[in-house]
């Protein structure tokens, strides 16, 4: 009997625990976040802020020559600038969060579709203004070089747009002392530097990449395509770089070494008998190979050939799972980011 | 053989302590779905809820439409003109046709406000307060930025709040703040309550079947589904809300459906759901201690939704003041968080019969997060935020990490 009880001990407690703990993860105690964190800053994000900072102030030097005479050869010039400009911004975007949410650079530079009635009805709008976000950025610019009769009539105003970001204010904090906090905030708490990067390059893949870039346009929340909500839709030429570029931002960002890939490896995540990172660069591969057959413009593709596009729209949606499913559990971060909650 | 009996027994008593049964004993027929019926016609009715969580919907609208005077929004909140005449505020006609009105039912209920006049006239004040200060401070600066000590806009990501000097969004002070003052203070110290439930002859009426006058059900039955009415008066199907939970209105109902995906918080909606389905069968039953009963979890679990909420948009604040460089990121989610510690005051420890947090208990916790230096929320610290959620979820008796994720 005595023996009989000590057997019985364990169902007792067993059938009376209430929720079992199994929130066990493996945080990768050999894996040195310290040295990732500073190659993600010194060779990904900081390389891309500059690459962009130049590129920008390329677009502003040729805004300001264009509304000081708007001549044709000036605006060849601006145009080059411009969609050089909003290439690299696709290298950068996916890292505007490292430097910090507060300068708004993502929400400021790419709202879209741009409000082309507001463009021309209130040409003195308050950029500052977090209400007047879809008459500035790239979208804004879109539509005053390439989508009006004259863009000369507009040439004061597409060099305010252009100036009306700053990125020297991000860019010295982020060099005197942002990179150095951001390296050594290497913990695993919510707050720390690799949680918040991991949490905004999966949000932006989702909301950017996957959903702005390419399922809103498809119609994949709608009752059926809508070209006018595509990226660039006035050049008409530049939806599919610009989706390919941000495509490579995140896939390289996670391939790069040490950094997502490595960690995963170094945890031994598989999935199905693979390594999870192996799973997830081939969706990528599967991604950009759907994209590279797509029409330049996706505003076109969606009316000539929709499916197409939402094939390329499951191809990023599967990649979501494995990243924001999969990835985060194996590596023990918590998404912190919800579904805006409608209000 | 002996052993193996022993076992079985031993087993079975482990087993068995577990369960919660302790009535074992039971007349009450439960149905599966919030379903009941007088000789075959329904006795479920809650229409004056539905219609007071509409005119909410519409007045907290009303509060981001800066072409609103604060008349329109003040006529919205009495469903009256400033002498009781007769006003149209609402677009859905059949609102303005009401005779009922938020205010009216704003810190209203038996228990709390019955014998308190002076307490309910100052929560009524504090709600027109909010909305003639959304309508003069904020709506005249609806096209500037917002500075510390200006009221004017500022960005939560993609989406534009408008706020006061103090970076207070008066909108959804005033929506968070009717979930405790409107919603819970009805459902849980009015309706659910035995001076209400046992009012006159009620219990009389509802052991005889005695209906009230031209409708189907007894006024104690009514009375339980005005709760009801409260948490899923706006359903797809009121008769199993679970099923579309959090889709249905902005109030409790979306309230209690974000606590409920919360993996610490996992079954809240049922434990409500399946308490206001046994509370009403035990009315049917003439049971009234099992009513009661009911009737505490009911005030246990949704107090706690309240809490749990506050907790955690205090959390998302104290986040974004931390990691911001820049200030204004995190003010939405303490101007919700505001509106819930509002709430507070009207919630029902079934224990002692009175609020978790009483009015002046709440108004300490408000002036931590607003009244600790003169511009409020710009320059509020994480650590004050988060001690005002501590004291939350130590008074409630869960974790401030289980409520903040």
């Known amino acids: 009997m005595y023996r009989l009880a000590v057997l019985l001990l364990p169902i007792i407690f067993w059938s009376c625990d209430p929720a079992p703990d199994d929130d066990a993860t493996t945080t990768g105690e050999s894996f040195d976040r310290g040295a990732m964190l500073a190659h993600w800053a010194d060779d990904i994000v900081t390389p891309a802020f500059e690459d962009f900072r130049t590129a920008y102030a390329d677009l502003s030097t040729a805004a300001g020559t264009y509304a000081a ?7 060849t010039e601006l145009r080059a600038s411009f969609t050089l400009a909003y290439r690299e911004w696709q290298h950068f975007a996916p890292f505007a969060g490292v430097i910090g949410d507060e300068y708004r650079l993502v929400e400021r530079l790419n709202t879209y579709p741009t409000n082309t009635d507001r463009l ?18 790239f979208p804004a610019l879109d539509y005053l070089l390439y ?11 597409i060099s305010e ?25 290497s913990g695993n708490s919510a707050t720390a530097s690799v949680d918040r990067t991991v949490n905004d390059l999966i949000l932006y893949y989702e909301k950017q990449l996957r959903a702005g870039k390419v399922g809103i346009p498809a119609g994949v929340f709608s009752n059926g395509p809508m070209p006018t909500l595509a990226e660039a839709p006035y050049h008409a030429e530049l939806a599919r770089t610009l989706f390919l570029d941000g495509l490579a931002a995140i896939d390289e960002f996670f391939s790069s070494d040490p950094g997502l890939a490595t960690y995963l490896d170094a945890l031994s995540v598989e999935r199905e008998g693979q390594r999870l990172s192996e799973r997830i660069e081939a969706g990528f591969d599967l991604a950009r190979a759907r994209a590279e057959g797509l029409d330049a413009d996706f505003a076109t593709q969606v009316t000539t050939d929709n499916t197409a596009l939402l094939q390329l729209y499951d191809a990023l949606q599967a990649n979501v799972i494995l990243l924001k499913v999969d990835m985060l559990q194996a590596l023990g971060i918590n998404v912190d980011y919800v579904d805006a909650d409608g209000d | 053989m002996t052993r193996i009996s022993l076992f079985l027994l031993f087993l079975a008593t482990f087993l068995t302590a577990c369960q919660d049964d302790d009535d074992p004993i039971t007349l009450i027929d439960v149905p599966t779905s919030y379903t009941f019926a007088r000789n075959g016609a329904s006795t479920v009715s809650f229409d004056g809820q539905t219609t007071r969580i509409g005119m909410a919907e519409e007045l907290v ?11 329109t929004l003040m006529n919205m909140f009495r469903n009256a003109g400033p002498n009781g005449e007769d006003v149209n505020p609402f677009a859905d006609a059949d609102l303005n046709a009401s005779d009922k009105s938020i205010r009216s039912k704003v810190a209203a209920s038996t228990d709390y406000f019955s014998a308190n006049a002076t307490q309910s006239a100052a929560v009524r004040a504090d709600f027109e307060g909010w909305i003639s200060s959304q309508a003069n401070e904020v709506f005249p600066r609806w096209n500037e930025l917002a500075a510390p000590g200006e009221a004017g806009q500022v960005a939560t990501g993609s989406r534009v709040r408008y706020v006061n000097g103090q970076g207070l969004e008066y909108n959804q002070i005033f929506a968070k703040s009717l979930l405790g003052g409107l919603m819970l203070d009805q459902a849980l110290n009015n309706y659910l309550s035995p001076a209400v439930l046992d009012a006159g002859t009620n219990r009389a009426d509802n052991e005889t079947g005695t209906t009230e006058t031209g409708q189907t059900y007894t006024s104690m039955e009514h009375k339980w589904d005005e709760a009801y009415g409260y948490l899923f008066g706006q359903s797809a199907d009121p008769a199993n809300p679970l099923a579309t939970l959090g889709e249905d209105g902005q109030f409790l109902n979306e309230y209690i459906a974000t606590v409920d995906n919360d993996p610490d918080f996992a079954g809240t909606a049922q434990t409500i759901f399946d308490a206001f ?11 009234y201690a099992e009513r009661d009963r009911q009737a505490a979890v009911i005030r246990e679990h949704l107090s706690r939704v309240i809490a749990v909420r506050g907790t955690y948009y205090l959390a998302r604040g104290a ?16 101007s919700e968080a505001y509106g ?6 009207f919630t029902r420890n079934p224990a002692t019969g009175a609020p978790y947090f009483n009015r002046e208990e709440v108004r300490q916790l408000l002036a931590t997060l607003t009244e600790s230096s003169a511009n409020g929320l710009w320059d509020v610290t994480p650590a004050s935020i988060r001690s005002v959620a501590q004291q939350i979820s130590d008074r409630f008796g869960f974790s401030f990490d289980a409520a903040a994720n």
């Open chain 1, 69 to 75: 005479a708007p001549t044709g050869e000036a605006l």
């Open chain 2, 319 to 334: 986040d974004a003041t931390e990691t911001e460089t820049a200030r204004g990121g995190g003010f939405h989610a303490l």
């Open chain 1, 120 to 137: 021309r009805t209130e040409p003195e709008a308050n950029l500052q203004l977090p209400s007047n976000d879809d008459v500035q950025g």
């Open chain 2, 340 to 345: 819930f510690i509002y709430s507070l005051q």
């Open chain 2, 277 to 287: 389905l046994r509370g009403r069968a035990a009315i049917v039953a003439g049971d």
């Open chain 1, 147 to 157: 989508g009006t009769d004259d863009p000369a009539e507009f040439s004061a105003r």
């Open chain 1, 161 to 185: 747009i252009v100036d009306a970001v700053d990125l020297e204010a991000p860019y010295m904090a982020w060099r005197d002392g942002g990179r150095d906090r951001y390296v050594s905030n």
């Open chain 2, 61 to 71: 609208a009303a509060l981001s439409d800066p072409n609103n005077s604060e008349e």
